[in-house]
Nanobody, 126 residues
Framework: QVQLVESGGGLVQAGGSLTLSCAASTRTFTTYAMGWFRQAPGKEREFVSAVSRGGGSTAYADSVKGRFTISRDNAKNTVYLQMSSLKPEDTAVYYC???????????????????WGKGTLVTVSS
């Protein structure tokens, strides 16, 4: 199992930037694909981005493509989500997630992941 702790959420103005971090407590971090999902008030949780075990492959939701960048530091057991050009519609609780089952990131976009953090709130004001 893996424990995930997100940080870096907060209040930001539209057009601003924010970087989320997720620290993973596991000795086998490199065996996990990592992802970010979000849930806005009154809406279902949705896929945001994912990164492969080695960091060489990434996937993004169309709504964040070109604005968000996912990366991971396997030496620090940490995954990041750099968010720029933020919009009010990006307001949500952002969840870090991890999974070992599949190599293809596309599966996680629709199926979710096995392990979840508790989330960090991002609020974008207009």
């Amino acid at each position: 199992q893996v424990q995930l702790v997100e940080s870096g959420g907060g209040l930001v103005q539209a057009g601003g930037s924010l970087t989320l971090s997720c620290a993973a407590s596991t000795r086998t971090f490199t065996t996990y694909a990592m992802g970010w999902f979000r849930q806005a008030p009154g809406k279902e949780r949705e896929f945001v981005s994912a990164v492969s075990r080695g960091g060489g492959s990434t996937a993004y939701a169309d709504s964040v493509k070109g604005r968000f960048t996912i990366s991971r530091d396997n030496a620090k057991n940490t995954v990041y989500l750099q968010m720029s050009s933020l919009k009010p519609e990006d307001t949500a609780v952002y969840y870090c997630a991890a999974d070992q089952r599949y190599y293809s990131l596309s599966i996680y976009q629709t199926g979710g992941m096995n392990y979840w953090g508790k989330g960090t709130l991002v609020t974008v004001s207009s």
